[in-house]
């Protein structure tokens, strides 16, 4: 039982913050001034009557209590409700802007990681000055260069002043962009992760054996890097949401950054519930099976 109680623990941990996270989110909603409500009023004209009568249909005059809790069951279920903008229901805008998200997360995450991997592995095996100082400069970048500005620079060159790329929906270019991003967080550690591998007893043994350098460190080096690989992997996942967010609004693309956007703009409830439900549920999922498998590749961490 002790051997897994970290685990279980862990798993109690995951649904605590998502239900936290979930709680925190519908407060922080009705905190903000104002409601979809007199949105309306301003755009329409409502009159107190009519505004009263649209607050008692679309349930804003129940307790707190009871507006969550009758959200919380129809979520549990799926049914998100509607958008009291657009007056359909807010499963269907999910399924919509979901796709875009996960492609730029996923593309961006896969490429940043594999350029870092690349470099930290060569850079370990032929000990390459210029591979150095390139992994410092790539660094320096995700460190000194926000994503928002780089993407703005980006646009400006390319769409504007090329004419390359649309100035709208250049999801190509927003995947580049924090693909680098993620490389610079990821490779200066790895790098130095690699250094001390190298010392690890089989490493030299399989030095001593003749094996090429580059086997070497794709073949014994990488192997001892899979814990840190883990631990940077979470937390860059934990960034990415925001950049990804940031990235989807700077380009114009219809993921659920520019859906809760929107949303925000529009005091729209049920979609800004929903679409940071999904992403904080999703965040809390990501790093509750990093941590499991850390802990199964590592029994250190118990």
């Keep these: ?42 755009e329409g004209g409502l009159t107190s009557e009519q505004a009263a009568a649209m607050r008692q249909e679309l349930g804003l005059d129940k307790p707190l209590v009871v507006q969550f809790t009758d959200w919380l069951v129809r979520a549990l279920h799926g049914d998100f409700g509607n958008s009291l903008l657009f007056h359909t229901p807010v499963s269907d805008m999910l399924m919509h802007a979901l796709p875009v998200t996960a492609q730029l997360a996923s593309m961006s995450f896969l490429i940043g990681l594999g ?25 320096i970048w995700s ?6 500005c780089v993407g703005f620079i980006g646009i400006l060159i390319f769409s504007i002043w090329l004419g390359w790329l649309p100035v709208l929906g250049s999801i190509g270019m927003a995947i580049v962009i924090i693909g680098l991003d993620i490389a610079g967080q990821v490779v200066k550690p790895l790098r130095e992760e690699l250094k001390e ?24 080096i990488l192997p001892a890097t899979s814990p840190i690989v883990l631990a940077l992997s979470g937390l860059i996942l934990t960034g990415l949401v925001s950049g990804s967010i940031t990235m ?55």
């Design 1 to 42: 039982m002790n051997r897994f109680l970290p685990i279980i623990l862990t798993i109690v941990r995951g649904i605590g913050q998502a239900i936290g996270i979930v709680v925190l989110i519908f407060l922080l909603c009705r905190v903000v001034p104002g409601d979809v409500v007199d949105v309306l009023g301003i």
């Design 115 to 139: 350029l870092a991997l690349l470099l930290a592995v060569a850079a370990t095996s032929t000990r390459s000055l210029f591979l150095d100082f390139t992994i410092n400069a790539v660094n």
């Design 143 to 148: 460190i000194a260069a926000p994503t928002f």
């Design 197 to 220: 591998a190298v010392n690890l007893p089989h490493v030299r043994t399989a030095r001593a054996k003749g094996l090429a350098p580059s086997q070497i460190a794709i073949s014994h």
């Design 248 to 302: 989807e609004v700077l380009f114009g693309l219809p993921g659920i950054g520019s859906l809760m956007l929107n949303a925000i703009h529009g005091r729209d409830y049920p979609v800004i519930m929903a679409a940071i439900t999904v992403v904080a549920v999703s965040l809390v999922v990501i790093n509750t099976v990093v941590d499991l498998i850390s802990r199964l590749i590592d029994p250190r961490i118990s």
